[in-house]
């Protein structure tokens, strides 16, 4: 099975090649109501999942479902307008299937993004947070199986999953922005359920500052192909476990949408200083 992966992730590269012909740096998610960065990316090829052999289909609202190819500020990129996530009941090796093709695509570099929910009391709704480090409570892991030892090594070291330079890069560039960025730890759940106090009260007793329903299973394969990485969440609803109050997907989308336009700005400038 692990070792078809390989032929598997070829198959799709070489298709995204027969579309387009650049060699990609750098690899991105947007996530939930984040799609809007992708307008920034010039001289660009859409490809639909649904045209990529072995890549699964989105069936998420608000997510497009597509992997735009093309430039930002000038760096090759790929970027996934959507993403797949563990609770639409993908396996994790179809989650994480697209970091694969990516990184065959040439990327060194993943940016990923989400909305998360905040449990530090000092986040804000549509404040950023530059993710420094993760917890994995999703009950899986894209990595369990036979190691193919082409792809990355059988036990991944995860001292520093996020990269520590490109946050560094990041937050300098949030301050010259004026938008208000935080370091903080993500946790991952499984979801499809919002959590109830208890399990936000565990959460933020654990030391996560944000929690959601994607990301790690994509860094984590990011780390074991060899991948940097920068993560950005917003803060789409704030959960205090003495405080909280009944969410809906349409305020998450809304407060997303804010979030959005800050990531369009900010992820651009560490773009700008990506090379240096
Ligand atoms: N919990 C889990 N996932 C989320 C949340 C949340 O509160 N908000 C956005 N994604």
Not at 62 to 88: K, N, T
Request: charged share 20%; hydrophobic share 45%; proline share 6%.
């Amino acid at each position: 099975m692990m070792l078809g992966l390989a032929k598997q992730i070829d198959e799709a590269a070489a298709f995204v090649h027969s579309k387009w012909s650049g060699t990609a740096k750098a690899a991105m998610i947007l996530g939930t109501g984040l799609g809007g960065l992708a307008e920034q990316i010039t001289s660009k090829t859409a490809i639909p999942y649904a045209d990529i052999p072995h890549f699964p289909i989105s069936t998420s609202p608000s997510h497009v479902g597509q992997l735009v190819c093309g430039e930002l500020r000038g760096v090759p990129i790929v970027a996934m307008e959507g993403r797949f996530h563990f609770y639409e009941g993908y396996s994790m090796q179809q989650v994480t299937f697209p970091v694969r093709v990516m990184k065959a695509l040439g990327a060194d570099t993943l940016v990923v993004t989400n909305a998360a929910g905040g449990m530090n009391p000092h986040f804000e709704l549509s404040d950023v947070v530059v993710i420094d480090d993760h917890i994995n409570l999703m009950g899986d892991n894209p990595l369990r199986g036979i190691n193919d030892d082409r792809l990355g090594p059988r036990f991944p070291d995860m001292c520093e999953p996020y990269t520590r330079e490109l946050s560094a890069i990041a937050l300098q560039a949030a301050l010259e922005l004026g938008i208000t960025a935080h370091k903080g730890v993500f946790v991952a759940v499984a979801g499809p359920n919002l959590e109830t106090r208890a399990e936000y009260r565990m959460l933020r007793g654990m030391g996560a500052d944000v929690v959601g329903m994607s990301t790690v299973p994509e860094v984590l394969v990011a780390v074991h192909a060899g991948l940097r990485v920068l993560g950005f969440s917003i803060v789409t609803d704030i959960c205090l476990p003495d405080a909280l109050e009944p969410v809906d997907i349409q305020k998450i989308l809304a407060v997303a949408a804010k979030g959005g336009e800050k990531l369009s700005r900010l992820i651009p400038k560490v773009f700008e200083r990506l090379g240096r």
